[in-house]
């Protein structure tokens, strides 16, 4: 199911002919079955669902969100002065910390030790981003306070609850005394050989990933073993220091090369992030 303002942004989308299914390359290759036709219905009255931790992470399921996350946005004029109420810090239930802020009527959010980016409005508590296909959605509880947003990116709907702007202060001061010190997290070069040699199998032990995280390594496992066979042996690993996000940074020798790996561990303890590429 996907929202449209009207049945002008749909054939904006799909094209005239909008009563033909519109499913991607990326959807289908996981779907068992689809509709060959599309259904368009007008709803009368849109709220916002009920808060919920619980997200179904099926490959279909991912893939239409992915899908509807990824559609073209409409920016709409609402009242600047909603934004006084979102402003705040919301914590994710990984530990990742989203801190959202107004300054001179517009929107902006970031992921501590992320960049700042403008959120831009299509309704009255949903908002896109420009930089990324994802969307926030801000939540009020019974008594019209906003006390958590929904982060909808990568085919995950991720729930965040206001937390105190203390929180978000140590959290930040401790990220800065890591980066400072050059501090790996606890075991971290046990971690990336793991990460290493599970790759190198063709296994990686999708449980002790953050949901997005997991689903990236299985559509990716593929082309990084064809990589990592193509380097040979492991040699051995250097810690090169902490990146501004707190990604631990290693250089990381095999048998035909170098390269450069990162990771990253959500507060749970989980692996949240892998990047790798050629030595510099």
Same mark, same amino acid.
């Given at each position: ?36 036709? +599309? ?39 609402? &009242? ?13 239930? &990984? ?133 990592? &066979? ?10 090169? @220091?902490?990146?501004?996000? @707190? ?18 561990? +959500? ?14």
């Amino acid at each position: 199911m996907m929202w449209f303002d009207d049945i002008a942004a749909v054939k904006r989308f799909t094209g005239d002919d909008y009563e033909v299914s519109h499913v991607p390359p990326v959807a289908q290759a996981v779907l068992a079955h689809f509709d060959p036709r +599309a259904a368009h219905y007008e709803v009368l009255d849109r709220r916002p669902q009920k808060e919920s931790n619980v997200t179904d992470a099926s490959p279909e399921a991912v893939a239409w969100r992915r899908y509807e996350q990824m559609r073209p946005r409409t920016e709409v004029k609402i &009242d600047p002065a909603l934004y006084a109420d979102y402003a705040g810090h919301y914590e994710f239930a &990984d530990g990742h910390t989203c801190v959202v802020t107004q300054r001179d009527g517009r929107l902006f959010t970031r992921i501590i030790g992320q960049p700042e980016v403008e959120a831009f409005p299509e309704g009255d508590y949903q908002f896109f981003l420009k930089v990324v296909p994802a969307q926030i959605t801000f939540v009020r509880d019974p008594q019209r306070i906003v006390s958590s947003l929904v982060l909808h990116q990568s085919g995950y709907d991720r729930v965040a609850t206001r937390v105190a702007e203390a929180e978000t202060k140590r959290k930040e001061e401790a990220l800065a005394e890591r980066i400072k010190n050059k501090t790996p997290v606890p075991d971290s070069e046990t971690i990336l050989r793991r990460l290493i040699a599970e790759h190198q199998r063709g296994e990686p032990d999708y449980e002790r990933m953050t949901a997005p995280m997991a689903a990236a390594a299985r559509e990716q496992i593929a082309m990084i073993q064809t990589d990592l &066979d193509r380097m040979g042996a492991l040699r051995g690993v250097s810690f090169k @220091g902490v990146g501004k996000a @707190g990604w631990d940074v290693y250089e990381v020798h095999f048998e035909h090369g170098d390269m450069e790996w990162r990771f990253a561990l +959500a507060p749970d303890g989980k692996v949240g992030g892998i990047l790798l590429r050629p030595s510099l």
